[in-house]
T-cell receptor, first 116, second 115 residues
Framework: QQQVKQSPQSLIVQKGGISIINCAYE??????FPWYQQFPGKGPALLIA?????SEKKEGRFTISFNKSAKQFSLHIMDSQPGDSATYFC???????????????FGRGTQLTVWP | NAGVTQTPKFQVLKTGQSMTLQCAQD?????MYWYRQDPGMGLRLIYY???????DKGEVPNGYNVSRLNKREFSLRLESAAPSQTSVYFC??????????????FGSGTRLTVV
């Protein structure tokens, strides 16, 4: 059972455009929602993250929008650049009660291509 | 450079062979994880270790074993490799605590092909 559903699977955007990737989850116990960026041949790297008590988090050209009632969150990349071409994963963290150990559940990824 | 180091980077095995994937981190992290990445499937958790001496199964543990040798090292073993285990394997680590710095640090991966 997929804990975090991500769409679209692939995305092509023109340079300067806005890239939008969407994720949805069911488990209301998730308490941390990061996005990871992965370049070919590399491991995923943390890009930006948000807690569910915040509706929006912005870092440079990257923004997470979070809708707690709809159990959805999205990544917006403004002024998309060819260097942003990568695979993006959304994720959700579940922390066992009384523990500091968290388990991340990942979406299936979005392959973003930004054309110059 | 601080980070997560995985060896080997590439490996080809024949069906039935065994091997151990090595992972070491030098960030003094408590928790370590093994994921596999397959096209269109995202990253799926195989095993994890909350701290030295403890290990637990993740989503897809069948066919794998792990050892948390010490705080730095967490190895993944395939006892009898199968073609279904062809994948890219990532090791990750993180430290205790919350906040928005609860980020996993990933290694660069081991690309394993079982023929």
């Amino acid at each position: 059972q997929q804990q975090v559903k991500q769409s679209p699977q692939s995305l092509i955007v023109q340079k300067g455009g806005i890239s939008i990737i969407n994720c949805a989850y069911e488990n209301t116990a998730f308490d941390y929602f990061p996005w990871y960026q992965q370049f070919p041949g590399k491991g995923p790297a943390l890009l930006i993250a948000i807690r569910p008590d915040v509706s929006e988090k912005k870092e440079g050209r990257f923004t997470i929008s979070f809708n707690k009632s709809a159990k959805q969150f999205s990544l917006h990349i403004m002024d998309s650049q060819p260097g942003d071409s990568a695979t993006y994963f959304c994720a959700a963290l579940f922390t066992n009660r009384g523990s500091t150990l968290g388990r991340l559940y990942f979406g299936r990824g979005t392959q973003l291509t930004v054309w110059p | 450079n601080a980070g997560v180091t995985q060896t080997p980077k590439f490996q080809v095995l024949k069906t039935g062979q065994s091997m151990t994937l090595q992972c070491a981190q030098d960030m003094n992290h408590n928790s370590m994880y093994w994921y596999r990445q397959d096209p269109g499937m995202g990253l799926r958790l195989i095993y994890y270790s909350a701290s030295e001496g403890t290990t637990d199964k993740g989503e897809v543990p069948n066919g794998y074993n792990v050892s948390r040798l010490n705080k730095r090292e967490f190895s993944l073993r395939l006892e009898s490799a199968a073609p279904s285990q062809t994948s890219v394997y990532f090791c990750a680590s993180t430290s205790k605590g919350g906040g928005l710095n609860y980020g996993y640090t990933f290694g660069s991966g081991t690309r394993l092909t079982v023929v």
